[in-house]
């Protein structure tokens, strides 16, 4: 695939935002972003897309590509993963609306698309072993092997943020015990953010670290290190060449020179160049296009 073919639209429905784009011969040349509903129902989801596509001029037929944060299985059901994100999207025929709605497209998960991005166009290309990890309203990845974004049945591969950290000791929105998301995530640091007596949202909060407020610098401290962790243990699993790190709160200054710190402290072995997603937070919505040719 080259960058350079890549012209249609792309929506990037995430936790927090909903961005959508028209994208030119591989650039976005237009961009816009609404708030998620995040207890909307599926239905209004797709609603919501389609108004952001139709105030870019998008007509029925033209090529696009939608990610979504939660996992798509190969029937192309959309289900949350993170109950507490999306609280009323469980099994809904998104690849089947969408089509209705506003015109057949390919459906993917949110990072496993930046992940193909940032693979073929970003940070990854040349690496045969190559993870990409959004730190944003969750933590979401995509694993790129010789070239390759591993793919499931049900649509679960990639969701790294779902194994546990030594950091974590909350119950995460997945059922799940004390996860990486539970604690690294935007809606963890807002919640820890709260308990401190701050009632501000992750971006805040990362301003705050960054200028030296040490309630916040203990909260994104934490999240970091359950990032570094997190890279550490793809590592051992994998055996990384690189890893790419995105997301508003992964590209949001100081974090990544945090988790390069905390990381450096484990075993030369584990360690893997960590880098920022070249593409930044256009990197969903270039893989979102870019997807429909591998999936
Ligand atoms: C969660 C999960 C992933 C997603 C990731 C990042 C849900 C609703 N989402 O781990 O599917 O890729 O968050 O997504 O279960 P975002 O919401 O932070 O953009």
Sequence with gaps: MIRS????FAVDLGGTKI????IVAGEVVVRRQADTDRT?????????????????????GDPIGIAVTGRIDRAGLWHAVNTGTLTSVGGFDLAGAVAHDIGPATCSNDAAAAALAEAQFGAGRALRSFAYLTVSTGIGGGLVMDGRLLTSTNGLAGHVGFTTSISAKDLCG????????????????????RAAGHDVDARAVCAAALAGAP???????????AVAGLVADLAAILGLDGIAIGGSIGLSSGYLARVRAILAAE???FHVPVMVATLGNDAPLLGALAISEVL
């Design 267 to 269: 075993p030369m072995l």
């Design 174 to 193: 997945s059922g799940r015990q004390s996860t990486v998301e539970s604690v690294a995530g935007g809606r963890a640091i807002a919640a820890a953010a």
């Design 215 to 225: 309630w916040a610098e203990a909260i994104i401290a934490r999240s970091a290190g």
């Design 19 to 22: 961005a959508a784009a028209r």
């Design 40 to 60: 909307g129902s599926p239905e209004q989801q797709v609603m919501a897309m389609f108004e952001q596509l139709n105030l870019l001029g998008f007509k029925r």
């Design 5 to 8: 073919d890549l012209t249609g």
